[in-house]
């Protein structure tokens, strides 16, 4: 009983100093934004300010050139939000065809769809350029937004047909007896019972969409349209002089959204399809 007890505690005592260790650069980051930005780096080495301030979030809101840094958020909210509709719409279709449908080449495509999800991204940054360009898509949000529709991130097919594979195919035989299509099926029986995945798959992909700096470096030229990924960078100039106070303000604010989103949408992630499907 002591050896269990002791065991317990010192592995409850190494996840509290783990997790302290992984939160104090997020702590760091948020009392340095509260410091006046002359003391930042000469104080690096205490956590909290001798002197608190909120000069930074003002001076970071302005923005650049008369764009507030909240047209900023807005970009990011857009493109996060829609392409996340995107992902998750396309991603469904694909894994309900995956998982229920049977059609000719149905392994091949499904082995090319795990093949794609072992590319790193930098190999494919060229051709898409060159192809967006063609479409006329650069220097605007579509290529940040559309490309989504088509269910090109195969974690998110791979995530969702998992879960409809552990459905029960009684749902699906009882449906067509009762006159269902397979849009039929989808629409009322795995929809619904896809609740956890669909959630699971969305607070991934938003943050990805709301995090993603390269795409915007690519594809977005107008700083007007900037999301606040790209933004942020502007804080930072080597020609010049940096205010890295804003910077650490407006990236404290950057991480709200994500933080509110897991922290209401938690409880959906340990959802099992066996009570979903009792409560169906």
Same mark, same amino acid.
């Given at each position: 009983?002591?050896?269990?007890?002791?065991?317990?505690?010192?592995?409850?005592?190494?996840?509290?100093?783990?997790?302290?260790?992984?939160?104090?650069?997020?702590?760091?980051?948020?009392?340095?934004?509260?410091?006046?930005?002359?003391?930042?780096?000469?104080?690096?080495?205490?956590?909290?300010?001798?002197?608190?301030?909120?000069?930074?979030?003002?001076?970071?809101?302005?923005?650049?050139?008369?764009?507030?840094?909240?047209?900023?958020?807005?970009?990011?909210?857009?493109?996060?939000?829609?392409?996340?509709?995107?992902?998750?719409?396309?991603?469904?279709?694909?894994?309900?065809?995956?998982?229920?449908?049977?059609?000719?080449?149905?392994?091949?495509?499904?082995?090319?769809?795990?093949?794609?999800?072992?590319?790193?991204?930098?190999?494919?940054?060229?051709?898409?350029?060159?192809?967006?360009?063609?479409?006329?898509?650069?220097?605007?949000?579509?290529?940040?937004?559309?490309?989504?529709?088509?269910?090109?991130?195969?974690?998110?097919?791979?995530?969702?047909?998992?879960?409809?594979?552990?459905?029960?195919?009684?749902?699906?035989?009882?449906?067509?007896?009762?006159?269902?299509? #397979?849009?039929?099926? !989808? +629409?009322?029986?795995? *929809?619904?019972?896809?609740?956890?995945? &669909? =959630?699971?798959?969305?607070?991934?992909?938003?943050?990805?969409?709301?995090?993603?700096?390269?795409?915007?470096?690519?594809?977005?030229?107008?700083?007007?349209?900037?999301?606040?990924?790209?933004?942020?960078?502007?804080?930072?100039?080597?020609?010049?002089?940096?205010? #890295?106070?804003?910077? !650490? +303000?407006?990236?404290? *604010?950057?991480?709200?959204?994500?933080? &509110? =989103?897991?922290?209401?949408?938690?409880?959906?992630?340990?959802?099992?399809?066996?009570?979903?499907?009792?409560?169906?």
């Amino acid at each position: 009983m002591k050896s269990k007890n002791i065991k317990r505690i010192v592995y409850h005592v190494l996840v509290c100093v783990i997790g302290l260790v992984m939160l104090y650069p997020l702590a760091w980051m948020f009392m340095s934004s509260l410091k006046e930005t002359g003391t930042i780096f000469a104080t690096a080495g205490t956590l909290i300010p001798e002197k608190f301030t909120l000069e930074n979030y003002a001076n970071g809101w302005k923005g650049f050139a008369g764009v507030s840094f909240g047209t900023f958020f807005k970009n990011s909210l857009f493109i996060a939000i829609v392409g996340t509709i995107g992902t998750l719409i396309s991603s469904a279709f694909v894994a309900y065809s995956f998982a229920r449908c049977q059609f000719r080449g149905k392994k091949i495509l499904f082995g090319v769809m795990l093949a794609s999800m072992m590319l790193p991204g930098q190999i494919l940054m060229v051709p898409q350029y060159l192809w967006y360009g063609k479409l006329g898509w650069v220097g605007s949000f579509v290529p940040l937004i559309v490309p989504y529709f088509f269910a090109i991130q195969g974690f998110f097919v791979y995530l969702m047909m998992n879960f409809i594979e552990g459905i029960p195919r009684e749902l699906d035989e009882a449906a067509k007896i009762d006159g269902c299509s #397979y849009y039929g099926i !989808f +629409a009322r029986i795995m *929809l619904p019972l896809m609740t956890p995945a &669909l =959630i699971t798959g969305g607070i991934f992909s938003f943050m990805w969409r709301w995090d993603d700096f390269m795409s915007a470096l690519l594809y977005v030229s107008d700083a007007a349209k900037y999301p606040v990924s790209l933004a942020l960078k502007l804080f930072c100039d080597p020609g010049s002089s940096s205010d #890295y106070g804003a910077m !650490f +303000a407006m990236a404290t *604010l950057s991480i709200i959204p994500i933080v &509110l =989103i897991f922290i209401f949408s938690q409880k959906y992630l340990v959802d099992g399809i066996a009570s979903t499907g009792l409560k169906g």
